[in-house]
């Protein structure tokens, strides 16, 4: 996938820094204004999944050459998975209790134009579990929101919920309910009978009340989808409905620590976030939505505006 062109560029007097999400798949930038505000977005395919350690300069080039200046150096705040292990380079976990964005590290760079700094993810011991990227989305919630004392949840592939108190994360909980729907629909029998695309609100809500109440019934529960195609006939949209009720009333049931009694806030994709905020309705708790985008947005401001304070400090 070809990077898709920027915004109409603006003047690179005007740029201040550029904010980068860089997941496994994605690649999403921003030109920042000095007060925190983005003059151009683009994005691209280039993410770390697809790319060896010597092309992730290419790729961040290839993207955001029209916001760089010819005759100073063009500082980038970057988030997510280009700080893994396998990424560009490697920004180690902090370990919570911690505020959601520490110290970045300096990627190396060739190229004069630029200077790249990445965000580490967070890490917890114990209870073993790790996030990256998530972490700036909450530094956002806290920056819009700096009393927030509750819960944010990250529905995605791998959602996270964390308990967010006095600035810091406190503790966090990763569930792998979005992956399990890809596979369970692709790979298993149930791609037999699950559709693409369609939906049945009230099948998604009796199957979230039913594991909710009952989550050692989901194995049993997920066949009995197939058997229902079978036998009477249950629509493939409908079954589709069912599968992703199933799968989020058992992560409900297992991070009810996490919500019951707490402030909840959702940040994620629009369609993921009204499914998990209809769940939780149906426990009785009044969920509130938050933009992915712009929470990344403001966290990423807010650890820049950090890190820039920090470096006019004197010494």
Not at 88 to 117: K, N
Not at 131 to 160: N, S, W, Y
Request: proline share 7%; charged share 20%; with cysteine.
């Amino acid at each position: 996938m070809s990077p898709a062109p920027p915004d109409e560029a603006p003047d690179p007097a005007r740029i201040a820094w550029i904010a980068a999400d860089w997941g496994t798949s994605n690649l999403r930038a921003w030109a920042m204004d000095a007060h925190g505000l983005p003059l151009a977005e683009a994005g691209s395919g280039a993410g770390m999944g697809g790319l060896a350690r010597d092309g992730f300069e290419p790729a961040l080039v290839a993207l955001v050459a029209p916001w760089l200046a010819a005759d100073r150096r063009t500082d980038v705040l970057a988030c997510g998975m280009v700080g893994a292990r396998q990424g560009w380079i490697e920004a180690p976990y902090a370990t919570v209790p911690c505020a959601p964005t520490g110290p970045a590290v300096e990627a190396p760079a060739t190229d004069p134009r630029l200077r790249v700094r990445i965000l580490p993810g967070l890490r917890q011991d114990g209870a073993w579990d790790v996030m990256r990227g998530e972490e700036t989305q909450i530094a956002g919630l806290i920056a819009d929101d700096p009393g927030f004392d509750g819960v944010a949840c990250l529905p995605g592939t791998h959602t996270k919920w964390a308990h967010v108190s006095a600035g810091e994360v406190v503790s966090f909980a990763s569930f792998m309910t979005g992956e399990l729907f890809a596979l369970v629909s692709t790979a298993s029998v149930l791609r037999h009978s699950v559709a693409t695309e369609g939906w049945s609100a009230p099948d998604f809500a009796e199957a979230v009340e039913e594991t909710l109440a009952r989550p050692e019934r989901l194995a049993g529960r997920l066949f009995g989808i197939r058997a229902e195609g079978l036998l009477a006939g249950l629509a493939p949209e409908r079954a589709r409905a069912r599968l992703s009720g199933l799968l989020i009333g058992a992560e409900l049931a297992a991070a009810r620590p996490y919500w019951l009694g707490r402030d909840v806030v959702l940040v994620g994709a629009p369609a993921l976030a009204r499914a998990y905020r209809e769940a939780l309705a149906l426990a009785g708790v009044a969920a509130r939505e938050a933009d992915a985008a712009a929470m990344t947005r403001a966290g990423l401001a807010a650890a820049w505006t950090r890190l820039a304070n920090t470096e006019r400090r004197p010494a």
